[in-house]
């Protein structure tokens, strides 16, 4: 059957299993929005920026598991998915952009919007592709999909000029070929010799276990070997914040009691994590006195970081099955006993102004409500995932390799679209401000989206590394001369505002939020030096940790 090729790519996405596709258009993309108009099979999601789409398409992926699709036109339209494709490569999503680009003939002219979209995405890709052969089109669309949810999962980019977009090809339905699950490789005997000899096992689980679907293999494993669960940022979720072998979070804002958990354990496993600086500040000393096994699907991580004592590369689905099928349940509940203990003795600090952002955010959790919880980049990124109560895996949605500001609008959209449940959104005003143009996309969408702005007229987490490693000398991060109203802000695009001041009123705020419908902002006004404690300085070890800032004395609110 010869159909135009924009029509081709249609049926392809359905092959593949994509049911919604995240994007703006443009004149090199018409084509392909024409064709999508016609295929009701596919909703298609108007963003307001190329940016908040890749970011949307981030957001569905991270709470589905499924490939992300997003569509931009060439030029700015396709440099505009630069940042949320680099994010999702740095946070292993799987993702398919799809851009256009100007006819063959075209090419390297220095047309009009014509930009070498494949050469500026090269390193942030797992692959890409140009396709100027109308012929490969369909085969490039199936590929770009296996590629992205395959082995590591991550972004490819699939480029379209405008031609191949008309031209007519051959379309046949192909069945989708599964992922590849690569065999494992590994000394699996060493690695159970290892967790069998332990006496004092913890687990520092990541990413890679949500990617895998691993949550239920992870705890069953966990269990059998008596070992608390530490979870990164990007791991968060996995395992459920109340459940009792969670540990916290590990890294340089993790818990203070999962620091001195690890400190005291003789074994620790890493399972699909990759040491990241953010966990293994100083790399020598990164729990020296304990061996360390890492499980995790890509080769290339293993020992790139931290030299291990023993590994596992394959799935870790299957790893942690295989294991749990051949280890010896352990007797010894110490490490349990030990996690229980150092959690009561190193609470969360709860901060000194009118306001805490904590009580804010726990007050949200509290209500236990089955929503995509998103954030942005900072501080208010820390507290979140140091103080929700997470009840299910996926259900955290935020920015952990790239860290990058301006990901939460579009995430809690995508995330909102995906699972069709509410969408809360906890944001920083600096980074409120590089997104907030997408609340025309949740208002004209009628998501139920709650979105809380700690607002600190700062650049909070640049400024708290100024105030402890630059002197105090708070360069170009106040914001106090900004005039912008969030409440009115949320009424002119169409949703509610209330503004949030003190402690005595956050039950009161927060209910009313959850009784507004649709889209609603709230303006916390936060204290600018609220910190994100404890810290571990970058380059340090757990042993560095800091727990209180200078000067301020943290009070219970």
Not at 336 to 355: A, I
């Amino acid at each position: 059957m010869k159909i135009k090729g924009a029509s081709a790519i249609c049926k392809c996405l359905i092959e593949q299993g994509a049911t919604t596709v995240f994007g703006y258009p443009g004149g090199q993309i018409i084509d392909l929005f024409d064709a999508l108009y016609l295929e009701p099979q596919i909703t298609q999601i108007l963003t307001s920026h190329e940016q908040g789409a890749a970011h949307a398409a981030e957001g569905f992926a991270r709470a589905t598991g499924k490939v992300g699709v997003v569509i931009a036109t060439s030029g700015p339209g396709a440099t505009n998915l630069v940042t949320g494709i680099a994010d999702a490569y740095l946070d292993s999503i799987p993702l398919v952009a799809i851009t256009g680009n100007v006819p063959v003939s075209l090419l390297g002219r220095d047309s009009f919007q014509e930009v070498d979209i494949a050469g500026i995405t090269m390193p942030i890709t797992k692959h890409n592709f140009i396709v100027k052969n109308p012929d490969e089109l369909c085969d490039a669309v199936r590929r770009a999909f296996y590629i992205a949810r395959s082995d590591r999962p991550g972004p490819v980019l699939i480029d379209v000029p405008k031609n191949v977009q008309q031209a007519l090809v051959d379309y046949e339905e192909k069945p989708v070929d599964a992922p590849h699950k690569p065999p494992m490789q590994a000394d699996i005997t060493a690695a159970v010799e290892l967790i069998q000899a332990a006496e004092r096992p913890v687990i520092y689980a990541g990413g890679g276990c949500l990617a895998a679907d691993a949550s239920a293999e992870l705890l069953h494993f966990a269990k059998l070997i008596k070992a608390p669960i530490a979870l990164t940022a990007m791991g968060l979720s996995t395992v459920p914040t109340a459940h009792e072998y969670y540990a916290g979070m590990i890294g340089m804002h993790g818990h203070a009691s999962v620091a001195r958990l690890f400190d005291s354990a003789d074994l620790v496993i890493a399972v699909g994590a990759r040491f990241s600086d953010r966990v293994a500040g100083n790399r020598a000393e990164f729990c020296r006195h304990a061996k360390i096994i890492h499980i995790d699907i890509d080769a290339a991580e293993i020992d790139k970081n931290v030299t291990t004592d023993a590994h596992i590369r394959g799935d870790v689905k299957q790893v942690m099955r295989l294991l749990s099928h051949v280890i010896t349940e352990k007797k010894s509940t110490k490490m349990l006993e030990l996690n229980s203990r150092l959690k009561t003795e190193n609470p969360l600090p709860d901060g000194f102004g009118t306001l805490s952002p904590r009580k804010v955010i726990r007050c949200v959790s509290d209500k236990h409500l089955d929503a995509v919880v998103a954030t942005d980049v900072g501080q208010h990124q820390m507290w979140t995932a140091q103080s929700y109560e997470f009840m299910r895996p996926r259900q955290f949605l935020t920015s952990g390799g790239l860290g990058t500001m301006g990901f939460g609008m579009g995430a809690a959209i995508g995330g909102a679209i995906a699972t069709g449940k509410r969408a809360i959104l906890f944001t920083g005003d600096g980074s409120f401000h590089m997104n907030l143009n997408e609340l025309a996309t949740a208002t004209r969408l009628g998501l139920d989206l709650k979105v809380f702005v700690f607002d600190n007229r700062t650049l909070g987490m640049v400024r708290q590394w100024q105030t402890l490693f630059y002197g105090k000398r708070y360069s170009s991060t106040d914001l106090d001369g900004n005039k912008t109203d969030f409440v009115k802000i949320a009424e002119a695009f169409g949703g509610t505002g209330y503004r949030l001041e003190k402690n005595a009123d956050v039950k009161k705020v927060v209910d009313k939020v959850f009784d507004t419908e649709g889209v609603v902002v709230v303006d916390c006004k936060i204290d600018k030096d609220e910190a994100v404690l404890p810290m571990i300085p970058p380059g340090k070890g757990m042993n560095d940790i800091i727990t209180a800032m200078p000067k301020h004395k943290e009070t219970d609110a």
